[in-house]
């Protein structure tokens, strides 16, 4: 392959339409927030869509896991989810090397403000994309993942 096919492939590849494609998903996802009120970026979302939907009261590593998220990256969220009095983390009775994160009743009322608004932004990324196209592109994306995890 000759240079030039070389930065063109590069430029086109699937990750960066992945990349643009993400940072446009964050950005509306921050924009619906902010109009609506509410004080949480992203990336706490995802943090605390993890708790309601899956298992509040996780432990830390387990949440960092779940979520793609490194450790440091996972405690300044938390941190900041905590400022917000929408989490709390506590020792795990079992392991006091862990620690487990819960849900205040703050963090919990939040989720019938919060997952109408991102449905909001799924549904419009959605739009005009049928069934079968989503579930083909969501099975290449886990194909390409898996690729590159190996």
């Known amino acids: 392959m000759k240079k030039p096919e070389i930065a063109a492939r590069l430029r086109t590849n699937i990750a960066r339409a992945v990349t643009k494609t993400h940072t446009a998903y964050r950005l509306r996802l921050l924009s619906v927030f902010m109009q609506a009120g509410v004080d949480i970026t992203p990336d706490m979302y995802f943090i605390l869509r993890y708790l309601w939907g899956e298992k509040d009261g996780c432990r830390q590593q ?5 979520t793609d998220k490194d450790k440091a990256s996972l405690t300044k969220l938390l941190d900041n989810l905590e400022k917000r009095s929408l989490v709390t983390r506590t020792m795990d009775e079992k392991d006091r090397r862990s620690k487990r994160v819960w849900l205040t009743a703050a963090g919990k009322k939040l989720k019938r403000i919060v997952y109408p608004l991102a449905l909001s932004v799924v549904e419009m990324a959605e739009k005009g994309i049928s069934k079968h196209d989503l579930q083909y592109a969501q099975t ?8 590159i995890k190996r």
């Open 62 to 66: 387990e949440l960092a896991d779940k």
């Open 140 to 147: 290449v994306l886990e194909l390409i993942y898996k690729n």
